[in-house]
Nanobody
Framework: QVQLVESGGGLVQAGGSLRLSCAVS????????MGWFRQAPGKEREFVAAISWSGGNTNYADSVKGRFIISRDNAKNMVYVQMNSLKPEDTAVYYC?????????????????WGQGTQVTVSS
């Protein structure tokens, strides 16, 4: 089993920054593709970013490309997403997710484990 716990959410003004963290416990995190997803009120959960086990391969949704940076520290079993130039439309609950394997994907259904989520609210 794998447990994921997100932290770092909060209220920020438009143009500001936040860094979300995801603590991974249970089976080693090194063999997982790690991802961040988000779900705004009344909308479906959507892909935000993903990172390969080595950290050498990343993928971003077009809506966050150039503003968000995903990273991981396998020694600490942590995954991060640095969110810059935040916009009100970034307001959502952000979820950390993990999937076994090496194939990068943006598909929500491909991820095996999920955290409980952390709220990010961006005021205009």
């Amino acid at each position: 089993q794998v447990q994921l716990v997100e932290s770092g959410g909060g209220l920020v003004q438009a143009g500001g920054s936040l860094r979300l963290s995801c603590a991974v416990s249970g089976r080693t995190s090194s063999w997982f593709i790690m991802g961040w997803f988000r779900q705004a009120p009344g909308k479906e959960r959507e892909f935000v970013a993903a990172i390969s086990w080595s950290g050498g391969n990343t993928n971003y949704a077009d809506s966050v490309k150039g503003r968000f940076i995903i990273s991981r520290d396998n020694a600490k079993n942590m995954v991060y997403v640095q969110m810059n130039s935040l916009k009100p439309e970034d307001t959502a609950v952000y979820y950390c997710a993990a999937r076994f394997g090496t194939a990068m994907t943006t598909s929500l259904g491909a991820f095996n484990y999920w955290g409980q989520g952390t709220q990010v609210t961006v005021s205009s």
